[in-house]
Structure formats: structure tokens, C-alpha cells
T-cell receptor
């Protein structure tokens, strides 16, 4: 499967725990985007990364959320000290990087907070 | 501010009937527009995109969309709906900044298909 791979597909955490969501972009793609979809809503942009750099994090909550895209390995979205309101589907997308290239989405990680 | 409006939250059609899903956008420059489809528990699949040129664009699965600048619209159409088209459909506009784009999505339209 040469598509965007996200894992885990489902993640359950208790309040106060940490959640780590992983995203491997399509082969050849060096640009990664994270979006969040709250129940019954559309997707909202969170952060855009290139290898080893955060380019735009204007959609990230100011606290508890962080993202990285290391030189080797997948992109990671980390949520510390999770709260009930973090329950959502988190989608990763990747692109070739030029502005007119479409983004290709993974199947998402459904995060549930007990 | 840039935004995308999908006025219809739910639409129900009969199998074989025609379909039109509405999308209006607010964007200062020439927009790049997209339609994505999301099946339950799945990610988003790109149906079609408009960047420039012919305002009627063809996509996968028999879908097409027409860009109308005067109406700030990019409506999705299909002449004959199949039961497998039941899903949620999202319209999006690309917001450009510094050589990359981030997508602004509408709230989605959930399509149900009656046999």
C-alpha cells in the first residue's frame, strides 16, 4: 500500500494520559499536514511540517499538543494530559509539496478519551 | 476570512436519481477547489479538483463539478446515483501561504441513498 499510513486506527486513553499518533506519508512526499475532525464537523487544519521543520502550526492548541517530522521515521502528533474534548478523528495528509499538488489523506486515528 | 459553506447537512436521494451537492466559498484570489468523499470510518478520498482552465471538471466515480466564479460556487453533480455513493462529502478550498497550501473544509454533506 503506497498510501498515507496512520497508526493506530483507534486509540483509547484515560484523562491525563499521553496520546501519540503516527503518520507515514506517501512515498516521495516530504510535506505532512495534520487535521482534526470533531464529531459532526468538517476537518480543521492543525499543523504543516516538512522534514525536521514545523512550517505552520497556526491551528494547534497552544498547550499540550506538539508535532514533529524527524529526518527518519514517521510524523508524530503528541497530545499530553489528554482531556475529554480531545476525542476526535485525527487525519494526516501528505503532498509533494508544491502549492498546486493535492493532499492525500490517511484513514485517520480515532482517539477516544475515557 | 476564507471559508467554505455547504448549506445541506443531509441529503437523501433514490438510487438512479441525479445529485447535486452545493458548495460556496469565500476567498479573495482565484481559488483551488476540491471535493473529497469520506466513507464511515475511513479517510478522505479525492473526487476531483479545480485549479484553472475549464470550469467543468470531471472526477472519479462519475462525479463532476462546475466552478462558477460569479456565484462563488463549486457544486458537485452526478447524473445517476448508486447505493455505494452513500457517504459524507466535503468541499474544500486551498489557502496558500509561502508556497504551500492548507485546506479549509466545509462542514460536509451526508448523503443517504434509498433503494
Amino acid at each position: 500500500n503506497a498510501g498515507v499510513m496512520q497508526n493506530p486506527r483507534h486509540l483509547v486513553r484515560r484523562r491525563g494520559q499521553e496520546a501519540r499518533l503516527r503518520c507515514s506519508p506517501m512515498k516521495g512526499h516530504s510535506h505532512v499536514y495534520w487535521y482534526r475532525q470533531l464529531p459532526e464537523e468538517g476537518l480543521k487544519f492543525m499543523v504543516y511540517l516538512q522534514k525536521e521543520n514545523i512550517i505552520d502550526e497556526s491551528g494547534m492548541p497552544k498547550e499540550r499538543f506538539s508535532a514533529e517530522f524527524p529526518k527518519e521515521g514517521p510524523s508524530i502528533l503528541r497530545i499530553q494530559q489528554v482531556v475529554r474534548g480531545d476525542s476526535a478523528a485525527y487525519f494526516c495528509a501528505s503532498s509533494l509539496g508544491t502549492a498546486n499538488q493535492p493532499q492525500h489523506f490517511g484513514d485517520g486515528t480515532r482517539l477516544s478519551i475515557l | 476570512a476564507q471559508s467554505v459553506t455547504q448549506p445541506d447537512i443531509h441529503i437523501t436521494v433514490s438510487e438512479g436519481a441525479s445529485l447535486e451537492l452545493r458548495c460556496n466559498y469565500s476567498y479573495g484570489a482565484t481559488p483551488y477547489l476540491f471535493w473529497y468523499v469520506q466513507s464511515p470510518g475511513q479517510g478522505l478520498q479525492l473526487l476531483l479538483k479545480y485549479f484553472s482552465g475549464d470550469t467543468l471538471v470531471q472526477g472519479i466515480k462519475g462525479f463532476e463539478a462546475e466552478f462558477k466564479r460569479s456565484q462563488s460556487s463549486f457544486n458537485l453533480r452526478k447524473p445517476s446515483v448508486h447505493w455505494s455513493d452513500a457517504a459524507e462529502y466535503f468541499c474544500a478550498v486551498a489557502l496558500f501561504s509561502g508556497g504551500y497550501n492548507k485546506l479549509i473544509f466545509g462542514a460536509g454533506t451526508r448523503l443517504a441513498v434509498h433503494p
